[in-house]
């Protein structure tokens, strides 16, 4: 299967702690998107990488968030010391550029849900 | 804050029947998608309008985009049961955010 993946699917926490979430994109999709959905509501965007670089951050990322793509491929999502709002699910997606020219349209993993308790 | 409001949150049709979703939206824009979600799952594409565009087929689904209004709407003919889900409009201009509305949930009755 060579869509995007997002590992884990699931996770339960305790408040206070961190977690650390990860996305495997469609391989050569350089633009990838961070989201995050809670119960009854579409997707929040957080944060944007081109490639390795993160281009845009939502005020919704606050200093407890952080989201790095180091070589350009996975990209990986922390929360630190986190709060029972953090409850959502976090959605990553990708998108490619084929010969110069951006693809807006995004291909979604699963989605990583997590409860903080 | 979400830029893009989907009217109405919930509808509820008989198979066969068609459904209509309706979507505004805040700022001027580069381009519109759909997204369709099921119950627990990530979103999948269904079709992206261009601010140039006016109207879009993609098999039974059948998107208007007016720019005047700011709104849009996703038309699905002969809908199935296969169809029950959350549609969600997507606005995006840079490319490199993108805001969803509340989405639309749709129940389709076999």
């Known amino acids: 299967d060579t869509g995007v993946s997002q590992d884990p699917r699931h996770k339960i926490t305790k408040r206070g702690q961190n977690v650390t979430f990860r996305c495997d994109p469609i391989s050569e999709h350089n633009r990838l998107y961070w989201y995050r959905q809670t119960l009854g509501q579409g997707p929040e965007f957080l944060t944007y990488f081109q490639n390795e670089a993160q281009l845009e951050k939502s005020r919704l990322l606050s200093d407890r968030f952080s989201a790095e793509r180091p070589k350009g491929s996975f990209s990986t999502l922390e929360i630190q010391r986190t709060e029972q709002g953090d409850s959502a699910m976090y959605l990553c997606?990708?998108?490619?550029?084929?010969?110069?020219?951006?693809?807006?349209?995004?291909?979604f993993g699963p989605g990583t849900r997590l409860t903080v308790t | 804050s979400q830029q893009g409001e989907e009217d109405p949150q919930a509808l509820s049709i008989q198979e066969g029947e068609n459904a209509t979703m309706n979507c505004s939206y805040k700022t001027s824009i580069n381009n519109l998608q759909w997204y369709r979600q099921n119950s627990g799952r990530g979103l999948v594409h269904l079709i992206l309008i261009r601010s140039n565009e006016r109207e879009k087929h993609s098999g039974r689904l059948r998107v208007t985009l007016d720019t005047s209004k700011k709104s849009s709407s996703l038309l699905i003919t002969a809908s199935r049961a296969a169809d029950t889900a959350s549609y969600f409009c997507?606005?995006?201009?840079?490319?490199?955010?993108?805001?969803f509305g509340t989405g639309t949930s749709l129940t389709v009755i076999p």
């Open positions: 997606a990708s998108s490619p550029n084929i010969a110069g020219v951006n693809y807006y349209e995004q291909y």
């Open positions: 997507a606005t995006g201009n840079t490319g490199n955010q993108f805001y």
